[in-house]
C-alpha cells in the first residue's frame, strides 16, 4: 500500500490544487499562517490568512511560498498570485471579494513566477518517483517450484508461445491481403467514410471530461475527509497556542474542500453539511490557539 503522504506529494506534482493546499497548509501552519487557493485564467491565486499583520510580512512569507511550490514544482502551474489578509469569517466567494474590493481586502498582493527545475533535478525526480511507484507494490512471496516440475512448464510455455506467434502472423497476413483487396479508386466513397467516422472520434474528448470531472470530486471529498480525521486526531492531543492553530488550519482545509465538490456528486448534500461543520470546529480550535 502507497504511503499517503507520497501519494498526496504526487498529486501535487500533477496539479491538484487540493493537494497542494494540504501540503501549504501543513508547513505554514508552523508560522501561524492558512491558505486557501483557487486555479483560474492560468494563475494559482493563492489566499493567506493569520491572526495577525506580523505573522504576514511579505517578503518573508513570498519566499517561504516560492520555495515550497517550487519544491512540489506542479504542472502547468508557474504563476502565483499570493494575496494576504486577516483572518475572517469563511467565504466561500472569497476571490471575487478580494477582486471587487482589494483595497480594504488585502494588506498587500504579489504575483509571482515559479522557476522550473534544471533537466537534471527533473531526471532525479522522476526516478525517485518510479521508485516510490515501485516499492508501493507489495508483491507475494513466491513459492519454490520442484526441478522437476520446471521443465514440463517450460516445455509448455514454447508450445504456447510457438502457437501465439503462428496466430499473429496469421493474423497480419490475413489484414494485408484484406486490405489490398477493399482499396477502392472512388474519391466519394472514401469521402462517406471520412464523415462517418468524425462523430466517434469527436464523442471521444466528452467522455474524458465528464471522467476527469468525477476523479477531481472524489478526490476532493476523499481529501476532506482525510484532513478532517487528521485534525480530529491532532485536536485531542493539541497544547500550546501552535498545535491549535494547526488544527484550525486543517479543519478550514477541510471544509474548503468539502464545499468544492461539484452539485453532481451522488454525495453533494453531505459534502454541503460538512462544509458548515468544519468550519465550526475551524473557528473554535482558532478561539482555543487565543486563549493560550
Avoid at 527545475?117 to 518517483?129: E, G, T, V
Wanted: aromatic share 4%; glycine share 4%.
Amino acid at each position: 500500500m502507497a504511503n499517503p503522504i507520497d501519494d498526496i506529494a504526487r498529486q501535487a506534482r500533477e496539479g491538484s490544487v487540493a493537494s497542494i493546499i494540504q501540503i501549504l497548509n501543513d508547513e505554514l501552519a508552523q508560522v501561524g499562517v492558512r491558505a486557501r487557493a483557487v486555479f483560474a485564467d492560468g494563475v494559482l491565486q493563492l489566499l493567506c490568512e493569520a491572526a495577525t499583520p506580523q505573522l504576514l510580512e511579505e517578503s518573508s512569507l513570498v519566499d517561504r511560498v516560492r520555495e515550497i511550490l517550487e519544491r512540489i514544482s506542479p504542472h502547468n502551474i508557474r504563476r502565483v498570485n499570493i494575496n494576504s489578509r486577516l483572518v475572517r469569517e469563511h467565504q466561500l466567494l472569497w476571490l471575487e471579494e478580494i477582486s471587487r474590493d482589494p483595497e480594504n481586502q488585502l494588506l498587500w498582493s504579489q504575483e509571482i513566477k515559479l522557476r522550473k527545475p534544471n533537466l537534471f533535478k527533473r531526471l532525479a525526480l522522476s526516478n525517485h518517483h518510479e521508485r516510490q511507484a515501485v516499492a508501493g507494490k507489495r508483491a507475494l512471496p513466491r513459492m519454490a517450484i520442484p526441478r522437476s516440475m520446471q521443465q514440463p512448464r517450460q516445455f509448455q510455455r514454447g508450445i504456447v508461445g510457438g502457437i501465439s506467434l503462428s496466430v499473429l502472423l496469421l493474423a497480419a497476413a490475413a489484414a494485408i491481403y484484406k486490405g489490398l483487396n477493399s482499396q477502392v479508386p472512388n474519391s466519394t466513397q472514401a469521402s462517406t467514410q471520412a464523415v462517418a467516422s468524425a462523430p466517434p472520434s469527436e464523442a471521444k474528448p466528452a467522455l474524458k471530461i465528464s471522467k476527469e470531472t468525477v476523479n477531481s470530486a472524489v478526490d476532493s471529498f476523499a481529501q476532506a475527509v482525510r484532513v478532517a480525521e487528521q485534525a480530529a486526531t491532532e485536536g485531542k492531543t493539541a497544547q500550546s497556542r501552535q498545535d491549535w492553530l494547526v488544527v484550525a488550519a486543517k479543519w478550514q482545509q477541510a471544509s474548503d474542500l468539502m464545499a468544492a465538490v461539484p452539485s453532481k456528486h451522488p454525495r453533494y448534500t453531505t459534502a454541503q453539511n460538512r462544509t458548515a461543520l468544519y468550519r465550526e470546529n475551524s473557528d473554535k480550535a482558532q478561539q482555543e490557539s487565543q486563549n493560550k
